[in-house]
């Protein structure tokens, strides 16, 4: 247990050093001529050199072989639903819904790793501009092996089954309600056990950032201290590793006789980080009206565009609902964004049926979406007392200015789209006139 020791705060400075060696890290400077223990000083940069202050992040690890000790790249053939290719299929804008997305059967032994699969995204790897949405789903752990992205950071949603994941950073332990991110470069292994689902934002071209409060203040929503990055943790194992890339959308291995997590002291900024989700300071309207779900924002990661997110990662969380005179739920809606959203837990208010954990759905740039027919009937008509919503439930959204193509397996492989998601609209009934 005491693998799993965090320290708190969004883009902090850390500094942490593994217990069994103490002085691990140089004082005042990165690179002493000889390192303590006979370490090798590395640097891992999130930005690039010369980026602002504000932004810039790198983080120098203190390890008992640097990373370059590697047998060549090549190139790997699993995971054939990761992609990157957003020309799959033909463009679709009709709004889709994906039952809960299947869990490798118990026969097949399928790791995080081999277990990525792509549903929809934008842009491009190499001009480092764009994301993509993936599910993974597995029932085995990698080891041995490592994962890094070299596309960009990946934040992680489990919605069932837990992720213990060990990192070149320490060890981190993500439950349902839990999200995790881990950027560009890290590397990182994922243990599970039993069947393990859950949802990846992948960003290309920025790290993502917490929201400006604005008016609301120097607090609330997620809070800075409520991040948890690990401590230092090393492993001393001279055994044959696999390291596996993601690299311009393609998978790549490369063997090595020995663990990439001998990280025995780092310090810096460019971390992985978890986040309780329960820890959300919510805000709502406590007069009228329905306000935008960017009061729900977690994370966000900015485009060029000021206030246009290449990606808000966004929650429905339990909350008290007190607006007066007013449709509580989502209202109708066309939005210049696409929304992707997943359930880890429960129901979601606009749409109590047909909307699982771990399903999905997406409301693509223009198409219209909104209530469903029983949810608009339901919220017209219901007495507006103060009433506690979505109690034991999280919904989430993964909002994007970029217009996402969905892929093959999405489309079709997966076989979970429900073709009949539109018929919920359908009935909704011309009241015009006092009509009934
Ligand atoms: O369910 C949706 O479509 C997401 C959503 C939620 C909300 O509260 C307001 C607008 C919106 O797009
Ligand atoms: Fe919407």
Same mark, same amino acid.
């Given at each position: 247990m005491g693998d799993y020791k965090y ?7 850390? %500094? ?42 790198? @983080? ?18 699993v995971s ?20 809960p997305f299947d869990l490798p059967s118990s026969n097949e032994k399928v790791n995080f790793a081999e277990g990525l699969h @792509?549903?929809?995204?934008?842009? &491009? ?9 993936h599910v993974y789903t597995c029932n085995t752990s990698m080891d041995n092996s490592a994962f890094?992205?070299? &596309?960009?950071?990946f934040?992680i949603v489990p919605q069932q089954g837990v992720l213990d994941i060990t990192t070149?950073?320490g060890k981190l332990k993500v439950n349902p309600n839990e999200i995790c991110?881990i950027?560009?470069?890290?590397r990182f292994s994922v243990n599970v056990e039993g069947p393990t689902r859950g949802y990846i =934002? ?18 609330? =929503? ?6 948890l990055?690990p401590?230092?943790w090393?492993e001393?194992k001279?055994?044959?590793?696999k390291?596996i ?14 663990t990439?997590f &001998? ?9 992985p980080?978890k986040?309780d989700l %329960? ?65 880890i837990l ?11 954990p771990g ?20 919220? %017209? ?13 999280q ?23 429900? %073709? ?17």
């Open positions: 320290q708190s705060g969004f883009g902090s400075h850390f %500094s942490t050093e593994d217990p069994r060696c103490p002085n691990a890290l140089p004082v005042g400077q990165n690179s002493p001529q000889k390192c303590a223990y006979g370490l090798y000083a590395e640097q891992l940069s999130g930005t690039a050199f010369t980026a602002p202050r504000t932004e810039n992040s790198r @983080t120098w690890f203190y390890r008992i072989r640097p990373s370059v000790v590697h047998e060549p790249f090549q190139k790997l053939n054939k639903h990761l992609v990157s290719n957003w020309n799959e299929q033909p463009p679709n804008p009709n709004q889709m819904r994906w039952k @792509t549903i929809c995204g934008a842009g &491009d790897t190499r001009s480092r501009h764009g994301l993509a949405i890094y992205n070299a &596309d960009g950071d934040l070149e950073f991110v950027q560009q470069g890290m =934002l992948e960003v290309y071209d920025h790290h993502f950032t917490l929201p400006d409060l604005g008016p609301i203040g120097a607090n609330g =929503l997620a809070n800075p201290r409520d991040f990055t401590v230092a090393f001393e001279d055994e044959e590793f390291i890339s993601k690299y311009q959308g393609s998978l790549f291995c490369a063997k090595q006789k020995h990439p &001998d990280v025995v002291a780092w310090h810096g900024n460019y971390v980080y986040y %329960s820890k959300f300071m919510v805000i709502n309207s406590v007069s009228f009206d329905h306000c935008d779900p960017s009061i729900f924002t977690v994370l966000t990661c900015q485009s060029s565009r000021p206030g246009t997110a290449i990606a808000d990662f966004v929650i429905f969380p339990p909350r008290w609902s007190v607006q007066e005179n007013t449709f509580r739920p989502p209202y109708y809606h066309r939005n210049c964004m696409s929304e992707f959203m997943g359930l429960g129901k979601y208010e606009a749409k109590e049926e047909g909307f699982m399903g999905g759905s997406l409301h693509s740039i223009m198409t219209p979406h909104g209530p469903d027919r029983q949810c608009f009937d339901g919220a %017209s008509n219901a007495q507006l007392n103060p009433e506690r919503i979505a109690e034991g439930t919904a989430f959204m993964f909002e994007s200015s970029l217009s996402m193509a969905v892929t093959k397996w999405g489309e079709e492989t997966c076989q979970k789209l429900d %073709s009949k998601y539109y018929q919920c609209w359908q009935t909704l009934k011309k009241y015009f006139n006092g009509k009934k």
